[in-house]
């Protein structure tokens, strides 16, 4: 590949990844509901689903992930039942001062993980962008091992650069809600967002 080509790829993802969807929706509610870590957790979830299907599409399985439609529909179901699990446990547990402090250290790093990486896998929005839109700016056929392995890096420079924004800023204004008050629009606030990416993940076809 070019240096062109990388940089293009590189420009692409990053508009891609920048507009808000169910990815940067729930990074930016877990950011709100549990802080820092957890949300950081997701995060590193979210990236290595787009590796999976950047490496999926290099190595030629994006017919293969066509054909076998059905474990694709179980990934994507099983983000939507994450996100509304959460959604639903911030819904009715709410958030008060001690959680707040108490999360920041809390475990659940691979159960995040896990639900970035599945979010990511059933997410219409990262199928369409590696194998639609990324063949037509990456010639696939004369990819060579370290063009991949740059490819790798870029994607993952590239995510962390866009998504940590988002977190940041979540995790930052969820400082100033120290209130009870503020703690419930919190709370009501992180669930009604996972609601709405589970909903529009389960919306898309």
Same mark, same amino acid.
């Given at each position: ?16 990844? %920048?507009? +808000? ?7 930016? $509610?877990?950011?709100?509901? !549990?802080?820092f870590r957890s ?41 939507? %039942? ?28 691979? !159960? ?11 997410? +219409? ?9 990324? +063949? ?9 091992? +370290? ?44 669930? $009604? ?8 993940? %389960?919306?898309?076809?």
């Amino acid at each position: 590949m070019t240096l062109a080509g990388f940089l293009a790829y590189a420009l692409a993802l990053a508009v891609a990844a %920048a507009i +808000p969807g169910p990815g940067v929706t729930a990074i930016v $509610a877990r950011a709100l509901g !549990s802080g820092f870590r957890s949300s950081f957790a997701m995060m590193l979830g979210v990236v290595l689903g787009d590796l999976v299907w950047m490496t999926a599409v290099v190595l030629g399985l994006a017919l293969v992930a066509q054909t076998f439609g059905l474990a694709f529909m179980a990934i994507k179901w099983a983000g939507v %039942a994450y996100l509304a699990w959460l959604a639903w446990k911030f819904w009715r547990d709410g958030i008060n001062t001690e959680k707040v402090q108490a999360k920041k250290g809390a475990g659940g790093f691979v !159960s995040n993980f896990s639900g970035g990486l599945a979010l990511t896998l059933g997410n +219409p929005k990262t199928m369409i962008f590696y194998m639609a839109i990324m +063949p037509t700016i990456v010639n696939l056929k004369t990819i060579t091992l +370290p063009d991949y392995l740059l490819l790798s890096l870029i994607t993952v420079a590239v995510l962390l650069a866009v998504l940590s924004p988002y977190l940041l800023l979540a995790t930052k204004a969820r400082g100033f809600l120290q209130s009870p008050k503020g703690l419930k629009v919190l709370s009501r606030g992180a669930a $009604a967002f996972m609601f709405g990416a589970a909903a529009a993940i %389960a919306a898309r076809n």
